[in-house]
């Protein structure tokens, strides 16, 4: 089981990429808790994520999550902005499973 | 629809992400940096501005456009960006003026 989050500044445009993520791990056959958060309650959703994808439009928090992560051992990576436009879950989700397996 | 909207989200998102690494930038005083950072959020709020625009003209034009709570947090997306652009500016400018000192 593999547990993904996704962060933008309210979860909520990631929410959508959530649904598209959920259905190209069906389709692959992957057992993946993904879920979308805001900012702010990252904290409440860390324990246990494989890893972090942040939204486009928080990319500059990258290297805050990179400082408070790195004791956990938990990869932050920006999602791909073409990707993230077009809502591309399967790209997405190759992603996160390739950082997760190269962890 | 949803593309477009997504579209107009990406867009303001990078003029978002750009203002904030250009404030972030200028706190260590690479004042360069951040302006060249500025000029590439300037180069992305074109870009969702030409989204919003063509948004504008359709319903101008009489066809309905469809609203979904999507398409409202694209619009705050661009309204808040907009906004931190403006203040990334005069930040910048602050920040060039403490570092001159």
């Known amino acids: 089981m593999k547990n993904i989050l996704l962060v933008c500044c309210a979860g909520m445009s990631t929410s959508l990429l959530v649904s598209k993520m959920q259905a190209a791990a069906i389709a692959k056959g992957v057992e993946c808790k993904i879920q979308a958060t805001g900012e702010a309650e990252v904290k409440d959703h860390i324990d246990g994520t494989d890893i972090l994808l942040l939204g486009p439009q928080v990319r500059f928090l990258l290297s805050k999550f990179q400082k408070s992560l790195a004791d956990k051992n938990i990869p932050v990576e920006v999602i791909n902005t073409l990707h993230y436009g077009t809502m591309n879950g399967e790209k997405v989700l190759d992603r996160a499973l390739e950082l997760i397996e190269n962890n | ?101």
């Not at chain 2, 750009?18 to 590439?40: D, F, P, V």
């Not at chain 2, 959020?41 to 469809?66: D, P, R």
């Open chain 2, 1 to 101: 629809m949803e593309e477009i909207i997504m579209n107009l989200i990406v867009h303001s998102g990078e003029v978002r992400s750009y203002s904030m690494e250009a404030i972030q930038c200028a706190k260590k005083g690479n004042i360069a940096e951040a302006k060249e950072l500025i000029e590439k959020a300037e180069m992305e709020m074109s870009k969702a501005h030409n989204v919003q625009t063509s948004l504008i003209q359709k319903e101008a034009g009489g066809e309905k456009i469809e609203f979904s709570l999507l398409m409202v947090h694209a619009q705050d997306h661009l309204m808040t960006s907009m906004t931190l652009k403006t203040l990334a500016v005069e930040i910048i400018d602050i920040h060039e003026e403490l570092h001159r000192k």
